[in-house]
T-cell receptor
Framework: GIQVEQSPPDLILQEGANSTLRCNFS?????LQWFHQNPWGQLINLFY???GTKQNGRLSATTVATERYSLLYISSSQTTDSGVYFC????????????FGQGTELSVKP | ETGVTQTPRHLVMGMTNKKSLKCEQH?????MYWYKQSAKKPLELMFV???????ENNSVPSRFSPECPNSSHLFLHLHTLQPEDSALYLC???????????????FGPGTRLTVL
């Protein structure tokens, strides 16, 4: 089956710093989503981005489908950005299920 | 608020108990999903329903029994669970995974289950 790999697995930042999270996937996909999981377990939708670039405030994402990777950029990080960031892909002909990466655990220090 | 609600938020049960988890979506979607997240691990798909029909059972043990009476509600019935079933159970919904407009999934807050 399709493999989804995220890097880095852990990241510690000082408040105000910028960061880039990466998601590699091993096969073609219908779509890709980025989520932020808060400490209470809620998954918050960040981006639905099968290809191209999107921006939402301090966050932006780019997916290069032909090269099978996606990047999530966080600028001017805040302590509330802490948590786990997951990318998840919807592979072709897999009935709509999402395959999740292992996540990047981000800790932003004041 | 994602438009997907789950109850209860926390559940502690013994191995001989029977309990049910409930999920409701207010987004007008037609596909609903159950995922399991064990500690420090990514989400794993359990079941998929599209227009009330089960389309995926990801080799889930029979002690987990899903039910989808309509496109807005999804249940997960639990019986004779094991301590290793303790996890966060998340429900999600999407428009329709066959839709040409895409299949963005939205998640509920989860039920944190502890099996003693």
């Amino acid at each position: 089956g399709i493999q989804v790999e995220q890097s880095p697995p852990d990241l510690i930042l000082q408040e105000g710093a910028n960061s880039t999270l990466r998601c590699n996937f091993s096969d073609s996909v219908n779509n890709l989503q980025w989520f932020h999981q808060n400490p209470w377990g809620q998954l918050i939708n960040l981006f639905y981005i099968p290809s191209g670039t999107k921006q939402n405030g301090r966050l932006s994402a780019t997916t290069v489908a032909t090269e099978r990777y996606s990047l999530l950029y966080i600028s001017s990080s805040q302590t509330t950005d802490s948590g786990v960031y997951f990318c998840a892909v919807d592979p072709y002909n897999q009935g709509g299920k999402l395959i999740f990466g292992q996540g990047t655990e981000l800790s932003v220090k004041p | 608020e994602t438009g997907v609600t789950q109850t209860p938020r926390h559940l502690v049960m013994g191995m001989t108990n029977k309990k049910s988890l409930k999920c409701e979506q207010h987004l007008g979607h037609n596909a609903m999903y159950w995922y399991k997240q064990s500690a420090k691990k990514p989400l794993e798909l359990m079941f998929v329903y599209n227009f009330k029909e089960q389309t995926e059972n990801n080799s889930v043990p029979s002690r987990f029994s899903p039910e989808c009476p309509n496109s807005s509600h999804l249940f997960l019935h639990l019986h004779t669970l094991q301590p290793e079933d303790s996890a966060l159970y998340l429900c999600a919904s999407s428009q329709n995974f066959l839709s040409r407009f895409g299949n963005e999934q939205f998640f509920g807050p989860g039920t944190r289950l502890t099996v003693l």
